[in-house]
């Protein structure tokens, strides 16, 4: 090691904490070399100077009052975390379904729905109003009426199956009365 | 004894970690008045210090010290200290001002002609790193591995800052305490 090196290993070995990696080379060094060993007593006076300044007592008096403030602060912590641990069983009934502020949410929540549903339907054909396009029953029966109780009738008196109802009826309208029906048939396709 | 007041204090017992900082007070005040050198801040953060610690005493991990888990709280509440001083930008005239109304107590008259009033003003004078560094290998004689392990850094940065700090101090000091 040179010089340099011892004298890093002097300010190393100052506090006497850490032990020295090498401490007969140290010594050997400090021995030979009179610089270093100028050195080594320098910074051990230094030290020794440093270390033996205290800081200024505030007296027992300042302790007592420290240790009496800091106990209480902490007897406030205390009684904080407990009642922080301890089960709220009013605080458990008025969340989250008794709280005010939950129910009113909730009631204008069903309102914007309602109002979006309606507009929703309002369009939807067949909702709110009968549909544009009328149904074949519809458009045969202005025709096909006059002809419908006598041929209830006859299909009550004859035991008659719907099928064979609805032939009988086309059998008893004459070529007008079909060609009216069949017009209708179509224009109801059309729209 | 530590860890039996430790468990005490975890179950609630407050005095228990009244007896913790009976046994502690001095020790860490005393640290962060180096630190600080002002009594008012010093008082606080020692005890913000024990209010912390009792806040997160669950998180101690009870293979390591007290002792040394406490001055990792107080270290860690003087760097934040010394940050918000150096946002004040005229702090360092009222120190002084504080630091030349102290020097005409009579506490200061017979300290040993004035030699600690100068040391403790030099050592504030150094760099945060240097500072917190030598003040924890001179006055509470740390090894470079729990300052490395208290300030968050290397082992070797905490050689090279207490070697800078001694050597600044030394400078500073002129030809105080040399032969």
Redesign the interface.
Known sequence: MNCQEIR?KI??N?????NPSDPKEISVHIASCADCHAED??WR????????????D?GEA??QD??A???Q???L??EQ??LARRPRRAARFRLPFFSPSFQMGMAAGCAVLMIAMALFFKNQEGFWMQSARPGETQLVSPIASPRVSPLKQAVSQANLSDSEAIAVLFDLMDDNEEEEISDHLMMAEDI | MDQVLIERALKGDTEAFSALVETYQRPIYFTVLRMLSDHEEAADIAQQTFINAFRSLADFRSDASFKTWLYQIAINLCRNKIKERARQPDFEDIEEIEIAANQKTPFDKIDDENRGYRVRQAIQKLPEQQRMTLILRVYEEYSYEQIASQLGCAQETARANFHHGIRNLRKALGGEFLP
């Open positions: 890093d300010l190393d100052l506090t006497g904490t850490d007593i320098a006076k230094f030290s020794f100077g440093i270390k033996r300044v205290k800081a200024k505030p300042f302790f420290f240790s403030r800091v106990s602060a902490v007897k912590e205390q975390m407990d």
